[in-house]
């Protein structure tokens, strides 16, 4: 709770004007501490926040705050943006993502808060025109800027200006104390510059600035109190990291590897993300032998080894946009997500979320509005938000391989993962504004969750049946996968030979978890049906969906399974999926997801050594393909096999430690060895 208090407190949109002063987040530092760092100090280490000193300094922030939006009036200036109307009955003044302004006001005056300068029409919060039909933007835009500004000493404002009609560069003579300023100008094209600076310098640094006239409070607190909030958010993330590194202990050998990886992934995504930046994905392999102890061979000592690496590749790839909007090509899923978001959170249509029937897939769009409030008009909360959620995946690759042969193979599996979505068609879907990933991420949270159940049982069960079912809310076409997820507790010395014994699965499965878990789903499922009754008149979970569209043919009559046309394309759909290309092909890329494939269906028939494998690891991975028999998906490679390459990797891994037990691999990886230690003449003579 203290940590949801403290995200909170950290989040909230401040009057004063600082580094950390809440969303939007559109400044890189405050993108990163807050967008990021706290997230996975969260998750690293929660007990920090039962600490008493911890609670007064939250509770002292929390205070703060309440001054600061009580007292302080609004810092910056006040921008106005009016425009044609951008759709049908829609309003010629625009809003933008910033929580500080009128942002759900039908006719704002401040369409968003001016805190820093524009040096490019990317730099301006003009989001709005992705609402418009034609790239790029085309519509004229009327902007007033408007407001305050204290100077100590008689001062020069200076407008760098550009992109304007009737908007010059121009410098104002400003007496001590304070000053109105009020700037106007209609920016056609998309070459766009304003920048005031006062006595060349950024006038929102060098001067305290306002919406409305400043009070005697403000010229008291106005930098006081923004900059208390600041020094005290900073010092409780650097306690909470100094006790994370206290708590989790880790060695030098991780240490030096978490740091110098991460940096040399942060400079390849910052310097050439597409190129460079993937390559240097291939160096988490090292992570296999790198010296972790004892107490770090779990999740967190994972996260250390190859999760901060990859978070800080795909966090300074996009890093550079904070503060930037994103132009959307026309027609593409990721600008339809967008402008349903927009009428959700900005226009109000919180249940209709701009379908009445769901075409498009439903959650996503109420989560990126959520990203947008939070990180404003910028669009990397989709890269942060993909970015864990492939950890994610990585993350359960790790765990149930570490259960199955050791912590460094599971390392290994975890890697592979990261390896298998950077080279494969998946690297250029990520951060692109499309729901695969965070499905995917959450299909294995809630996997995660379900291995735990043992451990915390109901909890477990009840938070895994949550993941599943925002899960399926995110890509419907995950129905059977989250259905076929309970098999996840299922203890995994329970192999694939109990399928022959049916009896010995069902003694092993935990009947309360599960009743736990479909209740979850169960509540999910007929939220989403009344919400289509209400709309559509009709108690149907798939009506005005895609269903039909991407139907491959097979259903649930007799005839389609008589279909061979159905059958040929179910064949092709799962085969698009399993090699990670579209249409279906064999590729390197694709090896170790075909292999895991190959290998959970080998070990089903009863294979020798790989009926082995945990049945757990089997069932996830040939349910993963569940969908894909009744539905092809189409556009954009690659984003359909992401909830598959974590499972299909895992059982790979398994499988090959397996099956390099058998004595044939002991001899020769016994001979090996001798020869690296002793020399070839030794170990013949031998």
């Known amino acids: 709770m203290w940590v949801v208090i403290l995200l909170g407190a950290l989040l909230w949109p401040g009057h004063g004007l600082g580094i950390l002063d809440g969303i939007p987040l559109d400044r890189p530092l405050e993108a990163i501490v807050v967008g990021a760092l706290v997230p996975a100090l969260w998750w690293l280490n929660p007990r920090f926040m039962r600490r008493g000193l911890v609670r007064v300094g939250i509770a002292l922030l929390i205070l703060l705050k309440v001054a600061d939006a009580t007292l302080l009036t609004q810092q910056g200036w006040c921008v106005?943006?009016?425009?044609?109307?951008?759709?049908?009955?829609?309003?010629?003044?625009?809003?933008?993502?910033?929580?500080?302004?009128?942002?759900?006001?039908?006719?704002?005056?401040?369409?968003?808060?001016?805190?820093?300068?524009?040096?490019?029409?990317?730099?301006?919060?003009?989001?709005?025109?992705?609402?418009?039909?034609?790239?790029?933007?085309?519509?004229?835009?009327?902007?007033?800027?408007?407001?305050?500004?204290?100077?100590?000493?008689?001062?020069?404002?200076?407008?760098?200006?550009?992109?304007?009609?009737?908007?010059?560069?121009?410098?104002?003579?400003?007496?001590?104390?304070?000053?109105?300023?009020?700037?106007?100008?209609?920016?056609?094209?998309?070459?766009?510059?304003f920048a005031p600076l006062l006595n060349g310098n950024d006038v929102f640094s060098a001067a305290l600035t306002t919406i409305s006239p400043p009070t005697a409070i403000d010229l008291v607190l106005g930098r006081l109190l923004p900059a208390a909030i600041t020094v005290l958010a900073i010092a409780l993330i650097v306690a909470w990291v100094a006790d994370a590194m206290t708590s989790l202990a880790p060695s030098q050998p991780v240490v030096w590897w978490t740091i110098i990886t991460a940096v040399l992934c942060a400079a390849a995504g910052a310097l050439d993300f597409d190129r460079l930046g993937r390559l240097t994905v291939l160096l988490f392999v090292v992570a296999v032998i790198v010296p972790t102890p004892q107490h770090l061979r779990n999740r967190r000592g994972a996260f250390l080894l190859f999760g901060v690496p990859w978070l800080a590749l795909l966090i300074a790839g996009c890093i550079g946009h904070a503060g930037r909007i994103t132009i959307y090509s026309v027609g593409d899923d990721w600008t339809?997500?967008?402008?349903?978001?927009?009428?959700?959170?900005?226009?109000?249509?919180?249940?209709?979320?701009?379908?009445?029937?769901?075409?498009?897939?439903?959650?996503?769009?109420?989560?990126?509005?959520?990203?947008?409030?939070?990180?404003?008009?910028?669009?990397?909360?989709?890269?942060?938000?993909?970015a864990a959620?492939?950890?994610?995946?990585?993350?359960?690759?790790?765990?149930?391989?570490?259960?199955?042969?050791?912590?460094?193979?599971?390392?290994?599996?975890?890697?592979?993962?990261?390896?298998?979505?950077?080279?494969?068609?998946?690297?250029?879907?990520?951060?692109?504004?499309?729901?695969?990933?965070?499905?995917?991420?959450?299909?294995?949270?809630?996997?995660?969750?379900?291995?735990?159940?043992?451990?915390?049982?109901?909890?477990?069960?009840?938070?895994?049946?949550?993941?599943?079912?925002?899960?399926?809310?995110?890509?419907?076409?995950?129905?059977?996968?989250?259905?076929?997820?309970?098999?996840?507790?299922?203890?995994?010395?329970?192999?694939?030979?109990?399928?022959?014994?049916?009896?010995?699965?069902?003694?092993?499965?935990?009947?309360?978890?599960?009743?736990?878990?479909?209740?979850?789903?169960?509540?999910?499922?007929?939220?989403?049906?009344?919400?289509?009754?209400?709309?559509?008149?009709?108690?149907?979970?798939?009506?005005?969906?895609?269903?039909?569209?991407?139907?491959?043919?097979?259903?649930?009559?007799?005839?389609?399974?008589?279909?061979?046309?159905?059958?040929?394309?179910?064949?092709?759909?799962?085969?698009?999926?399993?090699?990670?290309?579209d249409p279906p092909a064999l590729n390197v890329r694709a090896v170790l997801v075909i292999s895991g494939v190959i290998f959970a269906g080998l070990a089903l028939l009863q294979v020798p050594v790989l009926r082995r494998l945990p049945l757990a690891l089997v069932l996830l991975c040939l349910g993963s393909l569940a969908g894909g028999i009744v539905a092809r998906g189409v556009a954009y490679p690659g984003r359909f096999s992401l909830h598959l390459i974590p499972i299909a990797t895992a059982v790979c891994v398994s499988a090959a430690a397996l099956l390099s037990r058998l004595p044939f691999w002991r001899n020769r990886l016994h001979f090996a060895s001798a020869v690296s230690a002793r020399g070839l003449e030794e170990v013949q003579h031998e």
């Open 80 to 193: 106005r943006f009016e425009t044609p109307p951008l759709y049908e009955a829609g309003p010629s003044v625009q809003t933008s993502w910033d929580a500080r302004a009128d942002w759900r006001s039908p006719s704002p005056r401040c369409s968003a808060i001016v805190s820093r300068p524009y040096w490019s029409f990317t730099r301006f919060p003009v989001w709005f025109l992705n609402l418009q039909d034609t790239r790029p933007p085309r519509v004229p835009v009327h902007a007033t800027f408007d407001g305050y500004v204290r100077t100590a000493e008689r001062s020069t404002l200076s407008i760098d200006t550009y992109g304007s009609s009737d908007l010059r560069p121009t410098s104002v003579a400003l007496p001590d104390g304070v000053s109105h300023v009020r700037f106007a100008g209609t920016f056609v094209g998309s070459e766009w510059k």
């Open 336 to 386: 339809t997500f967008q402008r349903f978001a927009h009428r959700i959170y900005i226009q109000g249509y919180w249940l209709e979320g701009g379908e009445r029937g769901f075409w498009q897939q439903p959650l996503y769009r109420w989560i990126v509005g959520a990203l947008h409030v939070v990180f404003g008009d910028a669009s990397i909360g989709e890269m942060f938000l993909d």
């Open 389 to 581: 959620a492939l950890f994610a995946g990585s993350l359960f690759a790790f765990e149930v391989v570490r259960r199955v042969a050791g912590f460094s193979t599971g390392v290994g599996a975890g890697v592979l993962t990261l390896v298998t979505v950077a080279f494969g068609p998946n690297w250029h879907v990520i951060g692109r504004g499309l729901s695969d990933a965070v499905a995917a991420g959450l299909i294995y949270v809630a996997a995660l969750w379900l291995i735990d159940a043992g451990e915390l049982p109901m909890r477990a069960a009840a938070i895994a049946g949550c993941a599943a079912t925002l899960a399926f809310l995110t890509r419907l076409n995950y129905l059977p996968l989250i259905v076929i997820l309970i098999g996840m507790t299922m203890p995994f010395a329970v192999t694939t030979r109990s399928v022959l014994r049916p009896i010995d699965i069902w003694e092993s499965f935990p009947k309360r978890q599960a009743v736990a878990y479909f209740g979850c789903i169960t509540v999910g499922v007929l939220a989403l049906m009344s919400r289509t009754w209400y709309y559509l008149g009709t108690f149907n979970l798939f009506a005005g969906t895609t269903r039909l569209h991407n139907a491959t043919g097979l259903g649930v009559s007799a005839a389609s399974f008589a279909s061979t046309v159905a059958w040929r394309n179910a064949l092709e759909s799962v085969a698009m999926i399993v090699t990670i290309a």
